[in-house]
């Protein structure tokens, strides 16, 4: 039906910079929210960055002024500008879409796959 797939993730040092992306495909009428969630060994997975389809932004505290969500309506993509990264921004980071698959449908939630994200000197 629905896949989200990432890419952009990897091993860079405090300070440097990733961006990540991640295309939807597939049966898909629209999209709203979009956005990217990460999750650390032993922690719970956290919101990170949301963006609706109409361009409205929200950031979790700690990555605000550091990070940047901005998306592709044309093509059902969603990106992740990182900065300024710290060791404690090391996870695993999931894409996750709110889809519909017709005009009467309901929106529902997908998942990409994660991409890991390691900080570190």
């Known amino acids: 039906q629905v896949q989200l797939v990432e890419s952009g993730g990897g091993l860079v040092q405090p300070g440097g910079s990733l961006r990540l992306s991640c295309a939807a495909s597939?049966?898909?009428?629209?999209?709203?929210?979009m956005g990217w969630y990460r999750q650390a060994p032993g922690k719970q997975r956290e919101l990170v960055a949301d963006?609706?389809?109409?361009?409205?932004?929200v950031y979790v505290n700690s990555v605000k002024g550091r990070f940047t969500i901005s998306r592709d309506n044309a093509k059902n993509t969603v990106y992740l500008q990182m900065n300024n990264l710290k060791p404690e921004d090391t996870a695993v980071y999931y894409c996750?879409?709110?889809?519909?698959?017709?005009?009467?449908?309901?929106?529902?939630?997908?998942w990409g796959q994660g991409t890991q994200v390691t900080v570190s000197s």
């Open positions: 597939g049966s898909i009428f629209s999209i709203n929210a």
């Open positions: 996750n879409a709110g889809v519909r698959l017709s005009a009467l449908g309901h929106y529902v939630n997908y």
């Open positions: 963006i609706t389809s109409g361009g409205d932004t």
